[in-house]
């Protein structure tokens, strides 16, 4: 059975709700940029409300050292997604300053974009995600999907994300084998704004595929 991550919760009811739910991994967002933003102190309270029912993960784009090490002295999660341009020296080098794992997460558009992760020994598992637009903002939570056939060789695990939705998230796992599904946009009624009923829905299209 794969496992599902709910990235960009903002609020202790849809952070409920996915944990009800069955959610795995849990994620919040420190990027200003991002609808989904959330302040230090405020994930901090968010976290506490989690109680070891799923993982806590911290998505970060290019962060600094500073806020980092806050983040790791007060939200405690249990992992880093480094969600920008990090090279993996800095992966390595972000476990060595907070002492919490950290995985990247790659953009994606083609086999040689994959390849990449061979570059990325460290990460205990590979983020695929779509590659956003030329004039893109953010750089994941866009709603895009790509062409999942290019991860047929893809190690094992990875976690897929990129334009999943309650309703594409099963075919998704059928084409990929995907161990992880990772979803913020499709389960929103508007950006950063989280759906409790499409979190439910995805939740359950996870657990019953296949």
């Not at 405690?76 to 919490?100: C, N, Y």
């Not at 995600?129 to 893109?136: E, F, G, K, L």
Request: hydrophobic residues 45%; glycine residues 8%; aromatic residues 6%.
């Amino acid at each position: 059975m794969s496992l599902v991550k709910i990235c960009g919760l903002s609020t202790p009811e849809t952070l409920d709700c996915a944990l009800d739910a069955g959610a795995d991994f849990v994620g919040f967002v420190f990027f200003p940029k991002s609808p989904r933003n959330v302040l230090v102190r405020q994930a901090t309270g968010l976290a506490a409300r989690v109680e070891n029912r799923a993982r806590t993960v911290a998505l970060v784009v290019d962060a600094d050292d500073r806020l980092l090490g806050e983040i790791a002295e007060t939200v405690k999660p249990d992992l880093f997604q480094l969600h920008g341009a990090e090279t993996p020296e800095r992966l390595t080098r972000v476990k060595s300053v907070t002492g919490i794992p950290a995985y990247k997460a790659l953009r994606v558009r083609t086999t040689a974009d994959v390849a990449k992760a061979a570059g990325f020994a460290a990460s205990p598992f590979i983020l695929y995600d779509a590659m956003p637009p030329q004039d893109a903002v953010l750089p994941g939570g866009n709603g895009l999907t790509f062409d999942w056939t290019i991860l047929e060789q893809a190690a094992r695990p990875f976690m897929l994300a990129g334009g999943l939705t309650p309703d594409n998230v099963a075919e998704a796992i059928r084409v990929t084998g995907a161990a992880m599904l990772d979803v913020s946009s499709g389960v929103e009624s508007s950006p950063g704004i989280k759906d409790e009923a499409r979190i439910r829905k995805f939740i359950e299209a996870v657990k019953t595929a296949g």
